[in-house]
């Protein structure tokens, strides 16, 4: 969990800007700024030679839901975790945000 | 601002749906280039002209031309029509994806929408009907479109056979409200619909069990609810899912949902939604992500007045819808942190000055 929060606090970004006053690709504003080169993976074998710009991905859907991320759900598995968000219902102590927030 | 005469241009398939939806509201005339053309299989998919000739039923006027390739569309909005429709949905994609952009679309129709939809009513890459029945619609509910307001599962239909059917029913408005939520409460209950169609109705109990042994602990309001459609009402393809929801003090609502997969227990279904909708929860704010694009494209188009709503950060396509609004109604959101003082809240809060947008179709009473 501290490494979670030292994330969230390293990424406050300027949204405004990022989103209105840069070139920066929706998903470059998200991930952060490394370029992610799939360049490297799909070297030789096809002939088609998709030029993926990362944005032109035909595989990307239009959709409304966000697949699941079976990686990210298992933190849930932790019963700390669990107890961690008890102060965002109404029957969880007021003291139980002092951890978590 | 450009002439209505002008269009405006975009490049690849991707945030489609939105950027017909913004063509429609702004009257703005729309061209849409390299759809896939890099692909091996180039232009536009069924479901994309399916929901072209969906939106040519709901208006009146619209030109749409496809080129020869359908690497390129170009549209040319008229006015929104609503009233009784139909549309039979491709098998490739869920209803969700067809109701979606209604949904935008129907409050300000000429006259109110009663549309008929038939396809599949839950897959793993749409809204489900039941998401959109009770998650999407309240939202609605934010901005004054209540009365009337309904969405009816007559048939259920999994994935791939289909055969569900649903029906929209969305009162037309004058202007949508301004919306002022920035608090986003406490979570008060939680609401769930499994449903199991073409397999054994047991499977709705044991995915309602094991979501219950994680959520028993937080809140004793749970009330998590086993939908049960029968014989020709359950489509034709088997599958089960469960959809749940949390809805907060202040009627902020998160969902989740997860549904069947080959292989996989129905109690680790029941699971893998419980543990998203903790993902939700955690996340915070008054709008889940699945629906911020809805709620930034009702604040735009509420009535001139400051409009705030405190959310999660955006997803790379609300980041383009963003864009997408400035483009069509140069309208740009003012974002930053919901709360300055607490370094670890990665919420914000997102404002805008509304269009003060009329439904200038609406026939005068």
């Known amino acids: 969990a501290a490494q979670l929060a030292a994330g969230t606090h390293k990424r406050r970004k300027d949204w405004i800007k990022l989103i209105y006053n840069s070139s920066l690709s929706p998903e470059e504003i998200v991930n952060g700024q490394q370029s992610t080169d799939k360049s490297s993976e799909d070297e030789g074998d096809d002939f088609f030679q998709v030029k993926s710009t990362h944005a032109e991905d035909p595989d990307v859907l239009d959709q409304g839901k966000e697949p699941l991320d079976e990686e990210s759900l298992k933190k849930w598995e932790d019963e700390e975790m669990l107890d961690s968000i008890r102060n965002l219902f109404i029957t969880g102590a007021e003291a139980a945000a002092e951890g978590e927030g | ?365």
């Open chain 2, 1 to 365: 601002m450009a002439q209505p005469i002008s269009f405006i241009h975009f490049s690849g398939h991707q945030h489609f749906r939105s950027r017909l939806v913004l063509s429609i509201l702004s009257g703005r005339h729309v061209r849409i280039d390299k759809i896939r053309s890099e692909d091996k299989n180039p232009g536009l998919r069924d479901y994309e002209i399916s929901l072209l000739r969906l939106l040519e039923k709901a208006t009146n006027g619209t030109i749409i031309e496809i080129s020869v390739t359908g690497t390129a569309i170009l549209l040319k909005p008229g006015v929104i029509l609503g009233g009784t429709l139909q549309h039979e949905c491709p098998l490739s994609r869920a209803i969700g994806y067809f109701l979606e952009p209604i949904i935008m679309l129907a409050p300000f129709a000429k006259k109110p929408i009663n549309i008929t939809l038939m396809g599949i009513t839950t897959d793993d890459h749409d809204l489900s009907a039941d998401i959109l029945r009770t998650v999407t619609l309240p939202h609605l509910q934010l901005f004054g479109i209540s009365e009337g307001l309904e969405l009816r599962i007559k048939k259920r239909g999994a994935s791939p056979g289909g055969g569900g059917e649903v029906q929209f029913l969305c009162p037309i408005v004058k202007q949508v409200n301004t919306l002022n939520f920035v608090d986003a409460g406490k979570i008060k209950r939680i609401r769930g619909v499994a449903h199991a169609v073409r397999v054994t109705p047991q499977f709705s109990n044991r995915m309602i069990e094991a979501s219950r042994s994680i959520l028993n602990r937080y809140i004793p309001d749970i009330y998590l609810y086993s939908d049960v459609y029968k014989g020709n009402e359950s489509g034709k393809s088997p599958g089960y899912a469960l959809t749940l929801l949390a809805e907060s003090t202040t009627s902020a609502i998160y969902c989740a949902e997860a549904i069947s997969e080959a292989g996989v227990a129905p109690e680790d279904i029941g699971l893998r939604a419980t543990r998203a909708l903790l993902t939700e929860v955690e996340k915070g704010g008054c709008v889940d992500q699945k629906h911020q694009i809805l709620v930034l494209l009702m604040m735009v188009l509420g009535s001139e007045d400051v409009g705030r709503c405190r959310m999660a950060e955006p997803m790379p396509k609300t980041i383009q819808f963003l864009r997408d609004i400035r483009t069509f109604f140069a309208t740009s959101f003012k974002i930053v942190p919901a709360d300055i003082s607490d370094p670890n809240c990665s919420q914000l809060l997102y404002s805008c000055y509304g269009t003060g947008y009329v439904n200038a179709n609406r026939t005068l009473a």
